[in-house]
C-alpha cells in the first residue's frame, strides 16, 4: 500500500516536472546593479498599510523613499448605494465595466478617500483610480471628477508579493521600496512623461 | 557526553529560491548566486527550479537529472541556473551536539 502512495506520488511530480519544464522560460536581464537592489527591497520590505491620503506633492523629508509621479483619476460613489464601515471594496466601475480592486480595502468612515490601481487596461500598472467614498461589491461609481496626478510609494511583502501603491509617508511597520529597487521589478511603472524609471525624489 | 556529530540538513538552495526568486506582478525574477545576474523566469521554471533545489537538499540530483531528461530534457537557459543553485549546497560540516 505505501509502495504504491510512493509510486504514484513520484508519478505525479514527474507528470508536475514535465509540465514545468515545457512550460519554462528564461530571459537574461544580465547583470544590473538596479536589479540586485530589487532583490533586496523586495525580499525586506513588508508593509501593513493603513487608507492613505493622496499627496499632491512628495514629502519634504522622504527619508530615502523614492516617490512616483502617475496620473490620477478621481471618481466620486453613486450616491443611491450605501458604503458601510469595515465592508471590503473588491470593484470598481470605469466606463461601463467592472475591474477588480487588487486586494481589496477596508472601509474606514474616517477615511473617505481610497486608491486602487487602474486594473481596466489587465495589468494594474502606470495609473491610479482615487476613489471618494468607495462602493463595496462592486457598486457604480460616478464620473471622473478630476485628471491629475500624485505621488507613490510601492510596497512588497517579505515574500515579494506585490502589495500596493500608498501616498502618504511609510506606514508603522513596515518599509517602502527604496532607491532603484524597483526600477527592474516593475519597469511598466512610468511617469507622465512616459520615459520609465524616472523616480521623485522627495 | 556523546562526542558524534551529525550533519545538519542544508535549506541554503530553498532558502536561495525563498529570498531570491521573487514574484512581482505575475513576473518571478533570480539571482544566479555564481555570476550574480538576474533573470527573468516563467511559473514553470520556477517550479523546475523548486524542484532541483528539493532534489539537491534531499541528496538526490542525479536522480532528478534523469528525470530531466526522462521528461524532454532542458529548455533554453534554466539548466545553467540549476547548476549554479548546486553551488549552494553546504560543504562545511558542522558539529552540533545530540
Known amino acids: ?202 | 557526553m556523546d562526542d558524534r556529530v551529525r550533519v545538519r540538513p542544508s535549506p541554503a538552495v530553498l532558502f536561495w529560491l525563498d529570498r531570491y526568486c521573487p514574484s512581482v506582478d505575475g513576473h518571478f525574477l533570480f539571482l544566479d548566486p555564481i555570476s550574480w545576474q538576474s533573470f527573468e523566469l516563467t511559473e514553470g521554471a520556477v517550479i523546475v527550479l523548486r524542484e532541483a533545489a528539493s532534489a539537491i537538499e534531499q541528496e538526490r540530483f542525479n536522480d532528478f537529472l534523469f528525470e530531466v531528461r526522462e521528461a524532454g530534457g532542458w529548455p533554453p537557459g534554466l539548466e545553467f541556473l540549476v547548476r549554479a543553485l548546486t553551488e549552494l549546497r553546504q560543504t562545511n560540516e558542522f558539529p552540533f551536539p545530540e
Not at chain 1, 540586485?36 to 522622504?62: E, H, I, K, M, Y
Not at chain 1, 466620486?76 to 466601475?93: A, F, L, M, P
Not at chain 1, 476613489?131 to 471622473?144: D, K
Not at chain 1, 502618504?168 to 512610468?190: E, I, R, W
Open chain 1, 1 to 202: 500500500m505505501e509502495q504504491e502512495q510512493s509510486t504514484n506520488s513520484t508519478e505525479q511530480r514527474r507528470k508536475l516536472l514535465k509540465g514545468a519544464l515545457a512550460a519554462s522560460g528564461v530571459v537574461s536581464m544580465g547583470y544590473s546593479g538596479s536589479a540586485l537592489a530589487s532583490f533586496q527591497c523586495v525580499s525586506s520590505t513588508s508593509v501593513s498599510p493603513p487608507p492613505l491620503q493622496a499627496r499632491s506633492t512628495p514629502p519634504s523629508d522622504s527619508g530615502g523613499l523614492r516617490w512616483l509621479k502617475v496620473p490620477l483619476y478621481a471618481y466620486t460613489r453613486d450616491t443611491t448605494k450605501t458604503c458601510n464601515n469595515g465592508q471590503i471594496v473588491s470593484s470598481y466601475e470605469y466606463g461601463g465595466n467592472i475591474y477588480p480592486v487588487l486586494g481589496g480595502m477596508q472601509i474606514e468612515s474616517s477615511s473617505p478617500i481610497y486608491m486602487v490601481l487602474d486594473t481596466s487596461n489587465g495589468s494594474g500598472n502606470g495609473s491610479v483610480i482615487l476613489i471618494l467614498n468607495p462602493i463595496p461589491s462592486g457598486g457604480l461609481c460616478g464620473s471622473a471628477i478630476s485628471n491629475k496626478f500624485v505621488y507613490l510609494l510601492a510596497y512588497f511583502e517579505q515574500d515579494g508579493s506585490y502589495v500596493g501603491v500608498y501616498t502618504d509617508a511609510a506606514p508603522v511597520m513596515s518599509q517602502a521600496a527604496t532607491g532603484s529597487c524597483l526600477t527592474s521589478v516593475n519597469p511598466n511603472l512610468q511617469t507622465p512623461g512616459g520615459s520609465a524609471n524616472q523616480w521623485i525624489d522627495g
